[in-house]
């Protein structure tokens, strides 16, 4: 199955980045990566321990109702320099057509510089379902019950 997601570039985009692509047959994720303007290519940006900084894609999407784009991190860079989104899953909603930047953290204790053209997050396109909220006199039960956090008794 496949859905239809409509790019465009930024006016000051690099045509030559890549647009988002499954990397494999079997991928969820789309691979997203830093298109920065003009003045920053060559250099990219340097994320220092703990700083969050929007990485720009280059990109607008139109997601088709009734879908949502998710924006995950990447595990090759989480695993060797601690780079994570500081709100994953970043969700984008249908009716958004501004820039696409992705929110990048450093959670590592070295700087890491971010490169223009690099991967640096997923994007996952899922279906969403919109629920009704009414409040009701009571709760059905279930065998967990109020148990909050840590309830289930694992791990």
């Given at each position: 199955?496949?859905?239809?997601?409509?790019?465009?570039?930024?006016?000051?985009?690099?045509?030559?980045?890549?647009?988002?692509s499954?990397?494999?047959?079997?991928?969820?994720?789309?691979?997203?990566?830093?298109?920065?303007?003009?003045?920053?290519?060559?250099e990219?940006?340097?994320?220092?321990p703990?700083?969050?900084?929007?990485?720009?894609?280059?990109?607008?999407?139109?997601?088709?109702?009734?879908?949502e784009?998710?924006?995950?991190?990447?595990?090759?860079?989480?695993?060797?320099?601690?780079?994570?989104?500081?709100?994953?899953?970043?969700?984008?909603?249908?009716?958004?057509?501004?820039?696409?930047?992705?929110?990048?953290?450093?959670?590592?204790?070295?700087?890491?510089?971010?490169?223009?053209?690099?991967?640096?997050?997923?994007?996952?396109?899922?279906?969403?379902?919109?629920?009704?909220?009414?409040?009701?006199?009571?709760?059905?039960?279930?065998?967990?019950?109020?148990?909050?956090?840590?309830?289930?008794?694992r791990?």
């Amino acid at each position: 199955m496949s859905v239809l997601v409509k790019l465009m570039r930024e006016d000051w985009a690099d045509p030559e980045v890549a647009l988002p692509s499954y990397e494999t047959a079997g991928a969820a994720g789309a691979d997203i990566r830093a298109n920065f303007p003009p003045g920053d290519r060559a250099e990219g940006i340097e994320l220092a321990p703990l700083e969050r900084r929007i990485i720009p894609s280059g990109l607008r999407l139109e997601i088709p109702p009734g879908y949502e784009v998710q924006i995950r991190p990447r595990s090759g860079l989480a695993l060797k320099h601690g780079i994570s989104l500081p709100n994953t899953p970043g969700t984008i909603d249908s009716d958004y057509r501004g820039p696409l930047g992705i929110l990048l953290v450093n959670l590592g204790a070295e700087p890491h510089r971010i490169r223009h053209g690099e991967r640096v997050a997923q994007m996952i396109v899922a279906p969403v379902v919109q629920a009704r909220f009414e409040i009701a006199d009571a709760l059905g039960d279930s065998a967990r019950g109020a148990g909050g956090f840590g309830s289930t008794g694992r791990g």
